[in-house]
């Protein structure tokens, strides 16, 4: 009788688990979020300045830069909660210039450039700060927070 106490427990877990991780998150269209990087006279920013992301949901992040300074969207707490599965940079025509996999731990975009950063958020979080850490940027404006659900 134990062990079919032990087993119903288990394998409930795992239909859960299953239930939760159907289909190929890799080949998901991912819902496409822009944020632009910018500056206004003195200050700079993130707009908008807060997003908000669920679990399991796959994202396109359209990093944009619209300045004429180089800048980057990085956050420890942030790369921390979700998976990447790829960034890709395109020149100006469109075409792609590279593609890259794996860990990600800050995106770079150079001046008036755009870099795409597809993300699946794994756990959940609020008011998880992301900043542009490039000396006397974050002081100038440019942070936001990200809500994960």
């Not at 790369?79 to 890259?100: C, M, N, Q, Y």
């Not at 731990?105 to 597809?118: A, K, S, Y």
């Amino acid at each position: 009788m134990k062990r079919i106490a032990i087993l119903l427990p288990v394998a409930a877990l795992l239909l859960s688990s299953a239930a939760q991780a159907a289909g190929d998150l890799s080949r998901a269209d991912p819902t496409e979020i822009v944020i632009e990087m910018g500056a206004s006279g003195d200050k700079m920013y993130f707009k908008p300045d807060h997003i908000e992301l669920e679990t399991g949901k796959a994202y396109k992040l359209v990093l944009r830069n619209v300045d004429e300074a180089k800048h980057e969207f990085e956050g420890h707490e942030f790369i921390e909660k979700i998976f990447t599965r790829k960034v890709e940079i395109t020149d100006p025509s469109g075409e792609l210039v590279a593609e890259i996999k794996g860990p990600v731990t800050e995106v770079e975009v150079g001046p008036n450039r755009r870099v795409e950063w597809f993300i699946v958020p794994v756990q959940t979080g609020e008011n998880i700060p992301v900043e542009c850490a490039i000396p006397g940027h974050r002081e100038a404006g440019m942070f936001g927070t990200v809500t994960i659900k």
